[in-house]
């Protein structure tokens, strides 16, 4: 089956970065567009990043701009997310996602996308 497979959330000191990375396997075909989503305890899902798989057209969250950068690898299906200059309202569980849905380029709604990881722990501290 299809899996999505996030890695490279830690605990990390305000100011400081995080790479995490999203390794995509088991596909009979190619997402159109990828995304990050967070999740903070009792508040929403928001959007983070997104990226379309062929263009490369990126997109991101107001919060997110200046510090965060999305990036793929095609030939090693994976995405990447670097994030910079972390505060701790950073701190959340950060999710893989991927989209068949072919959006124009990319989609900041969860519901576009229907392939989801597990999730990563990313802990901000002050």
């Known amino acids: 089956q299809v899996q999505l497979v996030e890695s490279g959330g830690g605990l990390v000191q305000a100011g400081g970065s995080l790479r995490l990375s999203c390794v995509v396997s088991?596909?009979?075909?190619?997402?159109?567009?990828m995304a990050w989503f967070r999740q903070a305890p009792g508040e929403e899902r928001e959007f983070v990043a997104a990226i379309n798989w062929f263009g490369g057209s990126t997109d991101y969250g107001d919060a997110m701009k200046g510090r965060f950068t999305i990036a793929r690898d095609n030939a090693k299906n994976t995405v990447y997310l670097q994030m910079n200059s972390l505060k701790p309202e950073d701190t959340a569980v950060y999710y893989c996602?991927?989209?068949?849905?072919?959006?124009?380029?990319?989609?900041?709604?969860?519901?576009?996308?229907?392939?989801w990881g597990q999730g990563t722990q990313v802990t901000v501290s002050t």
């Open positions: 996602a991927g989209s068949r849905k072919r959006v124009a380029p990319t989609s900041r709604t969860y519901e576009d996308y229907d392939y």
């Open positions: 088991g596909l009979p075909f190619t997402f159109y567009a």
